[in-house]
């Protein structure tokens, strides 16, 4: 009896036997994306291979429906899967499940194409500098040479990153290879769709999380024909099926967006290494502030360093200029008067000014001034967010909605304030300091429509805006010339979360938003309010100084036994009631303990522990981690799969998290 090998997203470690449809051959079948029943459910799943059965009392079902014309599985994807379910703790299925969406969408008829901007391609529009010409020069010769090398570019912020890999994917281009790009915030997709499109026209395709399920249908097939050899896009985009895949880019590398945190916790850096061993492409890891991991690779030649020291025409770095708050009153103006100042003399010149606040909303919290209570989430454990326009209190971690208290909820007094600042607020001072100044602001909030990103983007190149406000969103990748000024709200917001990478984000966060100015004619300068002046990650990025910070965070690192000194796994232990979800997480703890003890697995376990936010969407919370080499990780990260946990436990691992919180 032929029957058809289909891997299903489901977490049951094994493939599964189907009958093929009726009216359809096997052949037809195979290597396509079809719907099976699985206990009751119609699952989108991955037909592999036909296997005769000698069994022929064998009661299975028949494939419910052919999904796909064309082949969509191929080699390479069966490949990478096995790799992710190797390395992420998941099956095959969930893992096909990601390197080929199930929901992507054969359009019904042929559509005209949405994301593909048929423009021709614009000449360069000046000379590579001495530092870009040695690093397209290196790069170049390893796409040419099919060497598989891993590049780590190291560029101050404005050094011309995005002019390198541009003349390394037109090489590539050439020399009739493909290229994956990846961006880290969809909030820079304008930016970089309007760049990479002017120069390779119709060859493109745009990859993210926005676009629709037929659009994805139709940039996946075109980049498997050959149609487009490009693909611009978020962490997903790494999986393009490219044939010929030469060479791949990862700007600013040192983003926790390009680690999934749901399962499968794959990082698309680790995706693009394993994919250019098997293709011998090249991979390019940019960043004016690489992760620790990528620079000590680097320093080891594991990869190969390329660095830009300088600015574009040796422009200077912006000066940056710190502001203490550490005698100032909590709940005072926003901005000192020395801020104000600042802003107000650029504006008056006509320049443009980035004020920066990682935080959306209004107020972070809304307090009793009475009895000190703070209105928490209901179904999590944080305070929630006062909101203006449309005013409300929301919750940023599961999405609830209250209305603002007219009294206290505990004593019943009416002293009901807001506390702390978001960039709402920020808006709202900068508004009434500067009511001619042109504003815009982009954080979560605003970013929901779409359009959003591109109006910010253009408005302020084209003038349109004096201001922009915003969260991290606008602090990396930005080109704005007309930008001389940066403030920078309250540098410490992420500066003391209980996690290991807290200063390294911190570091990040300050080096990349300063460089937004000062990249044109005019200079820039950085304002920095801070309660800790004093603090290493503040003191190295005042000074652009990369390498010391580098050498301290891996002192502290080395000290308390962390990455990128030991690998290390989350493991999440969930359940509705709070006993359940402590009860399990101890009982998992001493069964992990166990088998490390008796299978002479070398981990270090920590926990349970109650993580930074214990209790989320009505579900508590304990984290279980485990430090050590990723293979012991791995082999212990197994058999969570075989833990018997109580009813309504739900557990989940991640790998090398982007955080421990
Ligand atoms: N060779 C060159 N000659 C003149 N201008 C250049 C050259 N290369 C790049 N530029 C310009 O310099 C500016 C900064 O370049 P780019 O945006 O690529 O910097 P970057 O290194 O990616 O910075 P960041 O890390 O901040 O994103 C851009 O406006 C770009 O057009
Ligand atoms: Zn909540």
């Known amino acids: 009896m032929i029957v058809i090998n289909v891997a299903v997203a489901v977490p049951l470690n094994k493939t599964f036997y189907y009958l093929p449809p009726e009216n359809i051959s096997p052949q037809d079948v195979v290597g396509k994306r079809v719907r099976v029943q699985l206990g009751g459910r119609f699952i989108t799943s991955y037909a592999l291979e036909i296997t005769q059965s000698e069994d022929s009392n064998l009661k299975l079902k028949p494939i419910t429906e052919v999904i796909d014309d064309d082949v969509v599985i191929t080699d390479e994807s069966v490949a990478l899967a096995k790799y992710i379910s190797e390395n992420y703790v998941c099956t095959i299925g969930e893992a096909l499940a990601c390197v080929i969406p199930p929901a992507m969408k054969k359009p019904k008829r042929k559509i005209k194409d949405v994301e593909i901007i048929n423009e021709e391609s614009l000449p360069y529009g000046f000379s590579l500098t001495a530092a870009q010409k040695n690093a397209v020069d290196k790069i170049n010769k390893s796409v040419n040479s099919n060497a598989a090398k891993t590049f780590l570019l190291y560029g101050v912020t404005s050094s011309g990153k995005t002019e390198v890999y541009l003349h390394a994917i037109e090489n590539a281009f050439k020399q009739n290879k493909s290229a994956i790009m990846l961006i880290p915030e969809i909030s820079l997709t304008a930016q970089f769709v309007e760049i990479v499109t002017k120069r390779f026209g119709s060859a493109v395709g745009v990859w993210h999380s926005g676009i629709s399920a037929i659009e994805k249908y139709n940039l996946f097939m075109k980049a498997k024909s050959g149609e487009i050899k490009i693909m611009l896009g978020a962490r997903s985009a790494i999986f393009t099926p490219f044939k010929n895949l030469g060479l791949i880019i990862i700007d600013e590398e040192h983003e926790h967006t390009y680690k999934q945190e749901q399962k499968p916790s794959y990082d698309a850096r680790e995706i693009a290494f394993w994919r250019a061993k098997r293709n011998k492409s090249s991979v390019v890891l940019g960043s004016a502030t690489p992760s620790l991991e990528s620079y000590k690779d680097a320093l080891e030649n594991k990869t190969e360093l390329i660095n830009l020291p300088e600015r574009i025409d040796k422009k200077p770095m912006p000066k940056i200029e710190i502001l203490s708050l550490k005698n100032k009153p909590f709940g005072g103006s ?45 179904n999590c454990s944080v305070s929630m967010s006062y909101h ?68 910010a983007y253009k408005g302020v190149k084209n003038d349109r805006y004096d201001i922009l406000v915003g969260t991290q969103m606008i602090a990396k990748g930005f080109d704005f010339p007309r930008v001389t000024l940066v403030c920078v709200v309250d540098a410490d917001t992420s500066l003391y979360l209980p996690d290991f990478k807290s200063s390294e984000k911190t570091f990040q966060l300050i080096t990349q938003v300063s460089g937004r100015c000062g990249r044109g004619s005019i200079p820039g300068n950085v304002i920095l309010q801070t309660r800790h002046p004093e603090h290493y990650a503040i003191t190295h990025a005042k000074a652009y100084d990369f390498h010391s910070f580098y050498k301290e965070e891996l002192l502290q690192r080395e000290k308390l036994f962390y990455p990128p000194y030991c690998d290390v796994a989350k493991i999440a232990v969930r359940n509705r009631d709070e006993q359940k979800a402590l009860q399990d997480a101890e009982k998992l703890f001493i069964f992990l303990d166990g088998l490390a003890k008796s299978f002479e697995i070398h981990v270090k376990l920590l926990g349970p522990a109650t993580p930074y936010i214990a209790k989320l969407h009505n579900t508590h919370r304990r984290h279980i981690i485990i430090k050590g080499d990723k293979k012991n990780i791995l082999k212990l990260a197994e058999f969570v799969q075989n833990y018997k946990q109580l009813p309504g436990t739900h557990v989940s691992v991640e790998i090398m998290p982007s955080d421990l919180i």
Do not use: W
Request: glycine share 6%.
């Open 334 to 378: 926003l901005l000192t008067i020395e801020t104000i100042r600042a802003i107000s003399n650029v504006l008056s010149k006509k320049e443009q000014v980035i004020v920066f606040l990682n935080r959306r909303g209004y107020s972070p919290s809304i307090m009793c001034k009475n009895c000190g209570s703070v209105y928490q989430c209901p």
């Open 388 to 455: 203006k326009a449309p005013e409300s209190l929301r919750c940023h971690y599961c999405g609830e909605t209250k209305k603002l208290p007219a009294v206290c909820p505990v004593c019943k007094s009416k002293e009901v304030s807001v506390f702390g600042a978001g960039t709402q607020k920020v808006e709202d001072e900068l508004g009434k300091l500067f009511p001619k100044a042109k504003i815009f602001r982009l954080d979560g909030d605003t970013a929901s429509l779409k359009e959003n990103y591109v109006k």
